[in-house]
C-alpha cells in the first residue's frame, strides 16, 4: 500500500525496482532497469515472430491455419519486464520522454529498406483522450532515421474498438474486424510498407491492416513492433 502511494505521488520512483530513481533519460524507469531491457534472441516464427518453445519448428500454428497478409512480423523483446513498464508509461501515462529512446531500440532491428512507413492508427476519441498515437511516433522516428516516406493520412481508425486486453484471439479478430479504412489509396499502390506497432499479442490488429493495405494495393507489409507479447506455448 505505502509503495503504491510513493509510486504515485512520487513518480521518481523506478516504477519497476521502486528505487528511487534520478532525472535523466527514461526516468522514471532508473538505468539499471532500462539496462535490462534486452532484445529477444530465442526461437521465432519466421512469419509473426512469436517466441516459439525450441526452434524445431518454423512457423507457428496460428500462420500455418491461418497465412497473414504480411511478409513478416518483428518485434524487439517481449512485452514483459521493464519494457512493458515503459511501453505502459508512453502509452497510458503520456511519458513522452521514453518515447525516443523506444524508438531508438527499433531502429536497432533489422528491417528491410522499404518505400514507405504506416503507423497502427488509432481513433480519433482515444487519440483525444491520449493526445498523441504511441506508434505514429515510433514511425515517425523511424522514417526520419531512415530517410524514409512517412503516411500519416492513407490507413485510418473508423471505429472505436473495445481494448483487446483479457479478449481470446477469436474475439480479437471479431473485435477489430472492419474497423480500418484508406482514405487515399494511390499513397501506398505498389510500395513495400513497414507497419509499425507498438505491442504484437495475437497480431489481430497489423493482421487486419496488412490485409488491408494489400487489397488496396501495397506490394509487401513488413510489419515491426517493439514487444511480443505472447509466446506459442
Ligand atoms: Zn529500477
Ligand atoms: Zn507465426
Redesign the pocket.
Known amino acids: 500500500m505505502f509503495n503504491r502511494f510513493l509510486r504515485i505521488f512520487f513518480p521518481e520512483h ?1 516504477p ?2 521502486e ?1 528511487p ?1 534520478l532525472d535523466h533519460r527514461t526516468a522514471p ?2 538505468r ?2 532500462w539496462q535490462s531491457i534486452l532484445p529477444y534472441t530465442g526461437p521465432v516464427c519466421q512469419r509473426c515472430g512469436r517466441p516459439l518453445v525450441s526452434d524445431v519448428s518454423i512457423i507457428c500454428k496460428g500462420c500455418i491455419e491461418d497465412e497473414p497478409s504480411f511478409e513478416r512480423a518483428s518485434s524487439f523483446g517481449l512485452y514483459e519486464g521493464a519494457l512493458r513498464q515503459a511501453i505502459n508509461l508512453l502509452k497510458y501515462r503520456g511519458v513522452k520522454r521514453l518515447s525516443a529512446a523506444l524508438a531508438d531500440m527499433m531502429l536497432d532491428m533489422q528491417t528491410p529498406v522499404l518505400d514507405a512507413v504506416i503507423p497502427v492508427p488509432l481513433y480519433k476519441t482515444r487519440l483525444r483522450q491520449r493526445e498523441f498515437n504511441q506508434s505514429a511516433i515510433f514511425a515517425k522516428h523511424l522514417a526520419g532515421s531512415t530517410g524514409t516516406t512517412l503516411i500519416l493520412d492513407c490507413l485510418i481508425k473508423v471505429r472505436d474498438t473495445a481494448p483487446q486486453v483479457g479478449l481470446s484471439a477469436k474475439q480479437r479478430r471479431k473485435n477489430i474486424k472492419n474497423a480500418f479504412e484508406i482514405t487515399r489509396g494511390e499513397t501506398v499502390r505498389g510500395k513495400d510498407i513497414l507497419l509499425v506497432d507498438d505491442v504484437f499479442t495475437t497480431g489481430a490488429t497489423v493482421r487486419e491492416c496488412s490485409k488491408l493495405l494489400k487489397k488496396t494495393g501495397a506490394e509487401n507489409i513488413y510489419v515491426i513492433t517493439l514487444a511480443h507479447g505472447s509466446r506459442d506455448y
Open positions: 523506478c519497476v525496482c528505487k530513481s524507469i532508473c539499471e532497469c
